[in-house]
């Protein structure tokens, strides 16, 4: 869906299909410089990387495999609180593996360090974070965030991937939402 068609739903646009692809392409040749030489499992949390994803692995010149997981922040309202369950697990075996962790936006950081911790315990090589997004809360977590897009204001987001109340994912172009569409 081009933004054109939810105009009077959003405040701006915070970046186009052209500058997400050109910013893609920029994380994919530092994580092809980073991981030269070694195997790499990229792992996308669902649903909302799954655009990142899609793009992020063909950006890629190299082998990669593709995993996914499921997870659910329990929380109060929108913020997420630490507390996770997983849906949908991995089907690999990451014992000695390097993991890429891929998302499309980190705000608190509660769900991805939950999620570091709990694969960092299955023993692979390696586990780092790529994202595309991560807002002003997410700076002061100790998660050690290896890849980041952009830095964005603590304003709520739609597009590429990301929703509010499932709609919206399907939008090229991402955008900050307009008050009152959620209010
Ligand atoms: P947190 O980092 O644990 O707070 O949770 C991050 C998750 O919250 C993301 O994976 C998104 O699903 C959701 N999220 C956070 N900020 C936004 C936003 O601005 N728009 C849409 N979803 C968001
Ligand atoms: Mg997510």
Known sequence: MDSAHVESDLVNILFTE?????KIAEMARKIEADYDGEELLVVGVLKGAVMVMADMARALN??????????SSYGSGTKSSGVVRILKDLDTDI???HVLIVDEIIDTGLTLSWLVSNLASRGPKSVAIATLLRKPD?????VDVK?????????????????HNEKYRN????????????S
Request: net charge negative; charged share 20%.
């Open 147 to 163: 890849y980041v897009g952009w830095d964005i204001p603590n304003e709520f987001v739609v597009g590429y991937g990301l929703d």
């Open 95 to 97: 014992q000695g593996r």
């Open 18 to 22: 052209e500058q997400i692809q050109a």
């Open 62 to 71: 190299r082998h990669v495999e593709m995993d996914w997981m499921a997870v």
């Open 138 to 142: 997410a700076v002061a977590m100790p």
């Open 171 to 182: 939008m090229r172009d991402i955008g900050t939402l307009a008050p009152h569409v959620y």
